[in-house]
């Protein structure tokens, strides 16, 4: 380990006093020796020290063998870096302010990015777990039947097993009020498929799974701390209604599938009599892949398997097919794409900052060029030098990631409040790995920053002392070519964030189809165990006719699913009239609303008439009658015939929840056509949608008020109807609809807003490179310039010149961005709305502001240069 | 490596100092110059300039190990004994250097 103890004597600061004792301890002895042979002390310690030769010398060759040698260079040449750099705290602080920013962003991101996208699936082996969507030709995606879910599991070899959930509302009954809480209902094999067993308890056996059997949940570890903690509580029942209900086990506080807020599982019954058809589907379906099974393999497989179901069963089968993804690709969602353009544009930023940093350590090489040449002629070795300067990025790169990292940590907390919903986001956090990458990209960053100043400034160096003036340098060719990367690159940038600043503006203009301003948004508790389907319609209908007349308010409704945000509920309807069996199915979004829904959210009414409530129309009370489909379904679908008047079957899954059948079986009547409604989004063109009429598509659905004033301003008075109206009944979720859908756009909005903050900080990255370029060599130039002038230049011509070096530089490096945002502008096509990739008003607009920047920035030295006083520049140095 | 005058020399150095050591308890680099130019009857110089980078050296290599202490004369002197690892080296390079006169006397000895 002698390197080692080499390396600790390096730092060892009482080294050479030891050296220093043990040598003059040395020369001592013989001192003494030769006094006792008889010379006078002085000529003796005369002596002595002459036989012992250069005692500096001899101190530093025996440290030599002390020491390791490089570290010793490394540690004189960081300490001189210090010395140099806090000569010039201005150039120091700017760019470790730079670079803490650039690096603290980049690390910033990347950890949201390890955490979100990198990282496994917090489940064992979660890269096996896959989604298994059923997709029906020429629609999206679909429930899936229980019953399929079986077969596949059955059926397929490649899979450890395939299971489905779906997460459904619910009530809890045993507080004063009801509370709502979120229950997943699961197929056989949920946990094995997921790989997770309950802390405490068991998960479901195969009773559990059986229609008439016992009704069994396993509770999340948040809902067991709010009941108290009690490890007593498994195996506990309580009674719901006529049921009674046990507590089997507790899921761990790490398993959060399939959502974080779900407080309970169920198991879903298969051989239910709802749950047999095969037309009936509520359920997303999952797998665990066998260990070594492909993605390609797994998807060959389970499309052999439906192949077989499809011509087994022709009528529900016949036209589904099945598509694998990876698990964590649904989880992830659409942040994929949002979190690589982040950390595309955030290290795009970083890298002008390095050629800006660059920039300014080569006219400080070019500075100490008469340093550089009395070293050499020293005899210090060109590697010396450059060993030197690269120290001088390194310590200016290594104090700012120091920096960089309180950035990140702040910037990561930042990210949790501004981006709640981004998925795993409580997994980011700064560790061992994040701070690895840091090391790395530090590295990195003193490279990019330090090699060519450490190249450039260190070429063609005499190694004789600069004579008393400064010569003039003609070596600032790449320091322009530094600037066009910056132009270059924050081109790049400018154009991405114009397009997604265009997109959010067109989105903002976009017509919806409905109008969502002054609408508030609630739920009424309600649930399913005490109440019949009657029951529900009844009191929801009097909750809202009675809301209806508080003064303020416009119109009430009721909706299953809230507009303008991303719910899908497709399902596939047909007619009672019969279709041509060649025609498409009729893949329609489905939504269950009361009549006064389109008054409400101001959805015309373009055919035909409203429908009414079920009693109104001479039907029972909870069963739906009539239906409205929007143009677009009339137009697809029914192009051919009077679509007033046909009657729609089929569609039933929404309507069995939980064993609870609402509504009798279709066939419903289209009684009319309204205007198409953007109802999953502004960025969504309206898809074919069915309307049909009814109250109660859950105990507690979402309640819509207009209102004509501010929507918030009615809460209270709302809240205070329904105590008077249901004293047991809580108002929550209490929030306008125009905020849950600007919520909802939140990502777009984040992502957008950093962009454009990244982008901007590039252009006045652009700015100081190209002034600081610009700067830079006018000041070369300086006695030049006052040569000419006082030989009778016109100052107009100097200016002119110096700008027509900028301006065809940055000319050339934007042309040269443009080209580069044509190719990445593609990546970004799925982000953007109303607005093309190559947009050209967008990026001949960016151009124009680059160049115009660059030209202003240019301005300022260039005029200067030209009002130099000529007799005194020419008797400066 | 090249075998100029300097490395037979710098090698001799070390094979000198480590039989010094062995022959004795501990020893500053004082009494080891003057040891070695005793037992050579003269004969033998240690350069002082080529001493303490040796010493340094060997120490760092595990062959030695150093402690400050007292001399007769009540100095601080810094003393140097063998290691096991010297011990070891010491042997290795006797033989090498028997090998070294051996192959020179050979050579000599040619006619």
């Not at chain 2, 009857?41 to 400050?68: C, N, T």
Request: with cysteine; hydrophobic share 45%; net charge positive.
């Amino acid at each position: 380990m002698s390197w080692l103890r080499r390396l600790v004597n390096t730092f060892r600061p009482g080294l050479n006093r030891d050296i220093d004792r043990e040598l003059s301890f040395h020369i001592a002895e013989r001192a003494e020796q030769l006094r006792e042979q008889g010379l006078s002390a002085e000529e003796a310690m005369r002596r002595a020290r002459v036989q012992f030769g250069n005692p500096i010398a001899q101190r530093e060759r025996t440290r030599d063998a002390d020491i390791s040698g490089w570290m010793d260079t490394a540690l004189r040449n960081v300490r001189y870096a210090f010395r140099t750099l806090t000569h010039t705290p201005g150039f120091t602080v700017t760019v470790v302010l730079t670079l803490a920013l650039g690096i603290g962003a980049n690390t910033a991101v990347f950890s949201a990015i390890d955490a979100v996208l990198l990282r496994p699936l917090p489940f064992p082996d979660g890269d096996r777990l896959v989604l298994i969507e059923q997709t029906i030709e020429g629609s999206s995606n679909t429930a899936i039947a229980p019953a399929r879910i079986e077969d596949w599991n059955r059926q397929s070899s490649t899979f450890e097993g395939i299971t489905g959930f779906y997460v459904d509302d619910a009530v809890d009954t045993r507080g004063e009020l009801p509370t709502r809480l979120r229950r997943a209902f699961v197929a056989p094999r949920f946990f094995d498929v997921m790989g997770v067993s309950p802390a405490a308890g068991h998960s479901f056996a195969a009773v559990d799974h059986h229609y008439g059997g016992p009704i069994t949940l396993i509770i999340s570890d948040r809902r067991w701390r709010s009941l108290g903690a009690d490890p007593a509580m498994v195996g506990q029942s309580f009674r719901v209604g006529p049921n009674s209900i046990e507590t089997i086990g507790i899921m761990p506080a790490s398993f959060e599938f399939p959502a974080k807020e779900v407080d309970m599982w169920s198991a879903d019954d298969i051989d239910a009599p709802w749950a047999i058809s095969r037309a009936l589907t509520w359920h997303t379906g999952i797998g665990r892949l066998k260990a070594g099974v492909t993605l390609e393999q797994a998807q060959a497989d389970l499309s052999r398997v439906q192949a077989g179901l499809a011509s087994q069963f022709p009528n529900t089968d016949g036209k589904i097919r099945v598509r694998v993804t990876p698990l964590k690709d649904t989880v992830v969602g659409g942040s994929r794409a949002s979190l690589w353009l982040l950390f595309g544009s955030v290290s795009v930023l970083l890298l002008i900052a390095c050629t800006n940093i660059a920039a300014l350590l080569l006219s400080r090489a070019a500075k100490r060029e008469p340093e550089i040449a009395l070293r050499y002629s020293l005899g210090g070795s060109r590697r010396a030098v450059v060993g030197q300067l690269l120290t001088e990025a390194g310590v200016l790169a290594c104090v700012g990631a120091t920096l960089g990292l309180v950035v990140a940590l702040g910037a990561t907390r930042a990210l949790r409040t501004l981006a709640p919903q981004l998925p795993r986001v409580d997994e980011i956090a700064i560790d061992g790995r994040i701070l690895a990458y840091t090391v790395v990209s530090t590295a990195v960053v003193s490279l990019l920053c330090g090699l060519v100043p450490a190249w450039r400034g260190t070429r063609g160096v005499r190694p004789r002392p600069s004579p008393g003036r400064t010569q003039v340098s003609q070596r600032h060719s790449i320091q322009w070519v530094l600037v066009g990367v910056q132009v270059t690159l924050s081109v790049t940038l400018l154009a991405g964030a114009a397009l997604l600043l265009r997109s959010v503006d067109a989105l903002s203009r976009v017509d919806r189809g409905f109008d969502a301003t002054r609408v508030l948004t609630f739920h009424i508790s309600g649930t399913y165990g005490w109440e019949t389907t009657d029951q529900h319609v009844q009191r929801i209908n009097r909750a809202i006719d009675e809301i209806r007349e508080l003064p303020g308010v416009e119109s009430v409704a009721i909706t299953s699913t809230l507009p303008g945000v991303r719910d899908e509920q497709q399902l596939e309807f047909a007619l009672a009239e019969g279709r041509d069996r060649s025609s498409a199915p009729l893949v329609a979004e489905h939504r269950m609303v009361s009549p006064a829904y389109f008054e409400t959210l101001q959805i015309p009414l373009l055919a035909g008439e409203l429908c009414r409530r079920p009693a109104d129309a001479g039907g029972k009370t909870g069963v739906v009658t009539e239906a409205l489909v929007n143009r677009r379904f009339a137009d697809l679908y029914l192009a051919d015939r009077q679509a007033i008047g046909l009657h729609l079957t089929g569609g039933l899954d929404t309507l069995i929840k939980n064993g609870h059948l609402f509504g009798a079986p279709l066939p419903t009547r289209i009684v009319g056509i309204v205007g198409d409604a953007r109802e999953h989004g502004a960025d969504r063109a309206p898809s074919p949608t069915v309307y049909t009429c009814f109250s109660a598509p859950n105990p507690a659905p979402w309640h819509l008020v207009r209102t004509s004033g501010e929507p918030m301003a009615m809460a209270t008075a709302i809240r205070l109807k329904v105590r008077e109206l249901e004293p047991q009944r809580s108002v929550y979720d209490v929030i306008p609809l125009d905020t849950r859908i600007g919520d909802a756009y939140a990502q777009n909005r984040l992502r957008t807003s950093l962009l454009t903050c990244f982008a901007l900080t590039a252009l006045g990255l652009v700015v100081a490179g190209v002034y600081g370029t610009l700067s830079y060599a006018v000041s070369l130039r300086r006695r030049e310039v006052a040569l000419r002038l006082a030989l009778g230049a016109l100052r107009s011509t100097v200016v002119h010149e110096l700008m027509a070096t900028t301006v065809r530089i940055v000319g050339m490096s934007a042309a040269i961005g443009l080209v580069l945002a044509l190719l990445f502008a593609q990546s970004l096509t799925t982000m953007l709305y109303g607005v093309t990739p190559t947009d050209p008003a967008t990026l001949t607009g960016v151009v124009v502001v680059v160049l115009t920047v660059a030209f202003v920035a240019a301005l300022v030295p260039a005029t200067r240069a030209a009002f130099v006083q000529p007799m005194r520049a020419l008797r400066e140095d | 490596m090249s075998t100029s005058k300097n490395d037979i020399l710098q090698g001799t150095l070390t094979l000198l100092v480590l039989k010094t050591l062995a022959t004795s308890k501990r020893m500053h680099g004082y009494a080891i110059t003057t040891h070695v130019q005793r037992v050579s009857d003269d004969l033998l110089r240690v350069e002082e300039g080529s001493l303490y980078p040796a010493l340094h050296r060997m120490e760092q290599q595990g062959w030695l190990k150093s402690e400050w202490g007292l001399t007769e004369k009540n100095r601080e002197a810094r003393f140097y004994s063998l290691t096991a690892q010297g011990r070891k080296q010491l042997a290795l390079e006797e033989v090498s250097w028997a090998r070294f006169t051996e192959g020179v006397g050979r050579v000599l000895r040619y006619v």
